[in-house]
């Protein structure tokens, strides 16, 4: 054991002990700080080596853009990671035969065809003779006008070398309200894949399906790969986990990796700010292993600092002035539903998570009505119903609603070990990552 005397540590005039707590004190805030820039549970992932998972839609990316005349429409629920793999698209090729070019825009409400291209044309530029002298200038100052699918193919042709890979990924599409957009943009895609021009689109939005985003054009359906992007699997989230803790020179206990995985739903957004509150927490107490008590920290702090936006909707849903209602209940049920990759659940699957948390038997028709409630203004809209009556099925209108209410179902003492086997594990001391 080592004793620390009370001495004067040289040139810092603090006595021994004071040095030592101040300077664990610093470990602890460097730590703390290290978690924040490691963990992005606000802004996409942007490095190659903090990326986790998503092998299959990389392949297909790889492929797709390899493929002259082939382009891409990236698409899934919100907080799913699709711009985080648009930001990596740059470190996914072998840059030996060729050099990658990535050019990314982001869409806003306002935008239409012209803005976005003038967007990408102001990050593409061209050798100009001006007063006698060649300089490099912006093409977008060759277009103070409307752009048109032809000028974009024309300059598209024109602008790079063969040994060049151009990507263009406009992000955000879904936003852009403009009618004219996607059928001029179904016009470009296909022009550009009937003309074999060196270049790869890649749509990125929030949708349930293609034609979300794109509308029903059959004309482009050759020219353009469908990429779905589901919520994570437990491999690729635990992945994201194991990719930043050793660097923290911490560990974690697998029933408080489990329990981080299983809460956030297939969210990697949820697994960043889980991951990053509790490192700080075991940070804070001088722990080297994070537990499952620094992740209960770490939901307390989640909940507290939740959009209010969030905060409003679960109330108005949850909302009664009688006791016998249930929809706390029955809502923490659909969030424990386990729903496909697209977070689409049925009633059936709603009938466990709700038997264990009011410890008897429930059938469908004991909650109907709740589910009716939830798809109306009264409830916040809080969930969507899909299909046919006898064949509903549900999701949250908010991906990231599902992972708050299952936190407060946990704040509230409504999930225990006998309500929620899901977030319970085999234990073991320690989980080597």
Same mark, same amino acid.
């Given at each position: 054991?080592?004793?620390?005397?009370?001495?004067?540590?040289?040139?810092?005039?603090?006595?021994?002990?004071? &040095?030592?707590?101040?300077?664990?004190?610093?470990?602890?805030?460097?730590?703390?700080?290290?978690?924040?820039?490691?963990?992005?549970?606000?802004?996409?992932?942007?490095?190659?080596?903090? &990326?986790?998972?998503?092998?299959?839609?990389?392949?297909?990316?790889?492929?797709?853009?390899?493929?002259?005349? *082939?382009?891409?429409?990236?698409?899934?629920?919100?907080?799913?990671?699709?711009?985080?793999?648009?930001?990596?698209?740059? &470190?996914?090729?072998?840059?030996?035969?060729?050099?990658?070019?990535?050019?990314?825009?982001?869409?806003?409400?306002?935008?239409?065809?012209?803005?976005?291209?003038? *967007?990408?044309?102001?990050?593409?530029?061209?050798?100009?003779?001006?007063?006698?002298?060649?300089?490099?200038?912006?093409?977008?100052?060759?277009?103070?006008?409307?752009?048109?699918?032809?000028?974009?193919?024309?300059?598209?042709?024109?602008?790079?070398?063969?040994?060049? @890979?151009?990507?263009?990924?406009?992000?955000?599409?879904?936003? !852009?309200?403009?009618?004219?957009?996607? /059928?001029?943009? !179904?016009?470009?895609?296909?022009?550009?894949?009937?003309?074999?021009?060196?270049?790869?689109?890649?749509?990125?939005?929030?949708?349930?399906?293609?034609?979300?985003?794109?509308?029903?054009?059959?004309?482009?359906?050759?020219?353009?790969?469908?990429?779905?992007?589901?919520?994570?699997?437990?491999?690729?989230?635990?992945?994201?986990?194991?990719?930043?803790?050793?660097?923290?020179?911490?560990?974690?206990?697998?029933?408080?990796?489990?329990?981080?995985?299983?809460?956030?739903?297939?969210? /990697?957004?949820?697994?960043?700010?889980?991951?990053?509150?509790?490192?700080?927490?075991?940070? *804070?107490?001088?722990?080297?292993?994070?537990?499952?008590?620094?992740?209960? !920290?770490?939901?307390?702090?989640?909940?507290?600092?939740?959009?209010?936006?969030?905060?409003?909707?679960?109330?108005?849903?949850?909302?009664?002035?009688?006791?016998?209602?249930?929809?706390?209940?029955? @809502?923490?049920?659909?969030?424990?539903?386990?729903?496909?990759?697209?977070?689409?659940?049925? /009633?059936?699957?709603?009938?466990?998570?709700?038997?264990?948390? @009011?410890?008897?038997?429930? *059938?469908?028709?004991? &909650?109907?009505?709740?589910?009716?409630?939830?798809?109306?203004?009264?409830?916040?809209?809080?969930?969507?119903?899909?299909?046919?009556?006898? !064949?509903?099925?549900?999701?949250?209108?908010?991906?990231?609603?599902?992972?708050?209410?299952?936190?407060?179902?946990?704040?509230?003492?409504?999930?225990?070990?006998?309500?929620?086997?899901?977030?319970?594990?085999?234990?073991?001391?320690? @989980?080597?990552?």
């Amino acid at each position: 054991m080592i004793v620390c005397m009370p001495q004067t540590v040289a040139g810092s005039g603090l006595e021994c002990h004071d &040095f030592c707590r101040r300077r664990g004190f610093e470990e602890r805030q460097a730590i703390s700080y290290e978690a924040t820039l490691l963990f992005s549970p606000s802004a996409p992932v942007d490095e190659r080596n903090l &990326f986790a998972g998503r092998s299959e839609q990389i392949r297909k990316l790889i492929e797709t853009v390899s493929e002259l005349g *082939k382009h891409v429409v990236l698409y899934g629920e919100r907080g799913v990671g699709k711009t985080s793999l648009a930001n990596v698209v740059r &470190f996914l090729f072998p840059t030996l035969i060729r050099d990658i070019l990535v050019i990314r825009e982001q869409i806003d409400p306002t935008d239409n065809f012209s803005s976005i291209w003038k *967007k990408v044309f102001k990050d593409v530029t061209v050798t100009s003779r001006v007063n006698g002298k060649d300089i490099n200038v912006p093409l977008s100052d060759f277009y103070e006008g409307i752009i048109t699918p032809d000028d974009v193919r024309r300059e598209m042709t024109n602008c790079f070398f063969a040994s060049q @890979l151009p990507i263009v990924i406009v992000d955000e599409f879904d936003k !852009a309200q403009d009618e004219d957009l996607r /059928p001029l943009i !179904a016009n470009l895609i296909k022009s550009l894949s009937d003309y074999s021009v060196n270049i790869t689109i890649i749509l990125v939005g929030v949708a349930d399906d293609v034609g979300d985003l794109v509308g029903e054009n059959e004309s482009i359906a050759r020219c353009i790969e469908q990429i779905h992007m589901p919520r994570m699997s437990n491999i690729e989230m635990r992945e994201i986990l194991e990719k930043r803790i050793p660097q923290l020179g911490l560990t974690i206990h697998i029933d408080a990796l489990w329990k981080i995985i299983t809460l956030a739903r297939g969210l /990697p957004s949820y697994v960043h700010l889980l991951g990053m509150y509790a490192v700080q927490d075991a940070a *804070k107490h001088r722990s080297s292993r994070i537990s499952e008590e620094h992740v209960d !920290a770490a939901i307390n702090r989640v909940l507290s600092r939740s959009q209010e936006s969030i905060q409003r909707e679960y109330a108005a849903a949850v909302h009664t002035n009688r006791t016998d209602t249930l929809f706390r209940e029955v @809502l923490l049920a659909c969030a424990l539903a386990i729903p496909d990759d697209r977070g689409v659940f049925t /009633p059936k699957a709603v009938v466990g998570p709700l038997t264990k948390i @009011l410890d008897r038997e429930i *059938k469908i028709a004991n &909650f109907q009505n709740h589910l009716k409630k939830f798809i109306s203004p009264e409830r916040a809209n809080i969930l969507i119903r899909r299909g046919k009556e006898r !064949a509903y099925k549900f999701r949250f209108r908010d991906p990231m609603m599902q992972p708050y209410v299952i936190m407060k179902g946990v704040e509230e003492g409504l999930v225990e070990a006998k309500a929620l086997d899901v977030l319970s594990s085999p234990s073991k001391s320690e @989980l080597p990552i």
